[in-house]
């Protein structure tokens, strides 16, 4: 399953074919921004990767009334994943899991719908899907599959929305590196404009260097997984104290990610230490955000496209402030508790 993830987001894909396809749900969502009128930048931002993977899995349309109300689940779902597990009508807990099965049950009726496509030989170009790929492994079994596409909606679109949501965030209150960001993009766009080019590609992505600045430290600073759970395998030692095999234990990403010992001022947040190259070069040690190892996020490569591409159109084209104040808080989740509202100017 691993690898049919890895073969869906591999390096050419991104760049022929997702990379269009993100810039066209990135516009999707900002196209319906209204000036001066408060909104949550958090349901934007999932409204944007929920639309995109939901397309790229099942090939589910945006806006269209199956997808909306897959989306709806998918929020009821979420809210009811960390709760207390009471299940009686009414609870969260119990909302949760009758959301999960109309999730499960509505990516199966996908299923059998092309299944039986496949089988009479009426399967579509444009449904060039991860259904359409797990399908033709032959060695995944149904439930599999169903778990496969569960575990890729879920992955793929709850934790870069968080991350876009805490990138504007961070940016409001900082309008320096808004505006570094700006230059940059300001300078690709007149390039491209320049060549008569429309559509981002590939070397402009390339030319995206504070954005992937402003990423990491989004990503450093937001610590969208705080941590992941293992399992030891064998006994060891670590700092002198003695791991049994069988234990579980929970590498804390936060704990390195604000370790003043390792980042300068970790509470602030500061695109610029990225550019020193001693910490480009960091990526395993001390800089976790896609975890680590061989369950290494595998759509790492996709989610920094995804952040790289809205941020380019956003400060293209808007300004934004807070419409009220909100914070973000871990739960275990990372969560806005006011979803983020902002109020939004275009650019003249
Ligand atoms: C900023 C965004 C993202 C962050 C911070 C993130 C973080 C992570 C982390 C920490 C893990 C490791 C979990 C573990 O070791 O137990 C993981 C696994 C995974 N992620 Fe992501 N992720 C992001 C975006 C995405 C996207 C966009 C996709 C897919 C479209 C994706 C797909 C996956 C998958 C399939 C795994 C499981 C890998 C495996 O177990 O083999 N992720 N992610």
């Not at 032959?138 to 599959?145: A, F, R």
């Not at 007149?190 to 260097?209: A, I």
């Amino acid at each position: 399953m691993r690898m049919i993830s890895l073969n869906f987001m591999s390096n050419a894909r991104l760049r022929s074919y997702l990379l269009p396809e993100v810039e066209r749900h990135a516009w999707l969502v900002l196209g319906s921004w209204k000036e001066n009128s408060a909104f949550s930048a958090q349901e934007e931002a999932k409204k944007f990767t929920f639309n995109l993977m939901a397309k790229n899995i099942m090939s589910m349309n945006p806006g269209e009334p199956e997808t909306e109300k897959l989306r709806r689940e998918y929020i009821t779902f979420m809210k009811g994943v960390v709760s207390a597990p009471l299940n009686f009508p009414g609870t969260p807990y119990w909302k949760a899991l009758k959301s999960r099965s109309t999730i499960l049950k509505v990516i199966e009726l996908k299923m059998n719908e092309r299944f039986q496509k496949m089988s009479k030989g009426q399967e579509r170009v444009e449904e060039d899907d991860l259904l359409g790929w797990a399908l033709k492994q032959s060695s995944l079994s149904k439930e599999q599959i169903l778990d496969l596409l569960l575990s890729l909606l879920f992955a793929g679109h709850e934790t870069s929305s968080m991350a876009l949501a805490l990138a504007i965030f961070f940016l409001e209150d900082c309008p320096k590196a808004v505006q570094e960001l700006r230059e940059e993009h300001l300078e690709i766009a007149s390039r491209k404009e320049l060549k008569e080019e429309s559509g981002l590609n590939w070397e402009d992505y390339k030319q995206m260097e504070f954005t992937q600045c402003v990423i990491n430290e989004t990503l450093r600073l937001g610590n969208v997984v705080k941590f992941v759970h293992r399992k030891v395998l064998h006994d060891f030692r670590y700092k002198g104290y003695d791991i049994p095999c069988g234990w579980k234990i929970l590498p804390v990403f936060a704990a390195v990610h604000l370790d003043s010992s390792l980042y300068d001022d970790p509470h602030q947040f500061n695109p610029w230490r990225w550019q020193r190259s001693s910490l480009c070069e960091t990526t395993t040690s001390n800089f976790m955000p896609y975890g680590g190892g061989p369950r290494l996020c595998a759509g790492s490569e996709l989610a920094k496209l995804e952040m790289a591409v809205f941020l380019h159109h956003l400060v293209l084209n808007f300004r934004w402030e807070l419409a009220e104040p909100d914070q973000a808080f871990a739960h275990p989740f990372v969560d806005f508790s006011k979803g983020l509202p902002i109020k939004v100017h275009k650019n003249t």
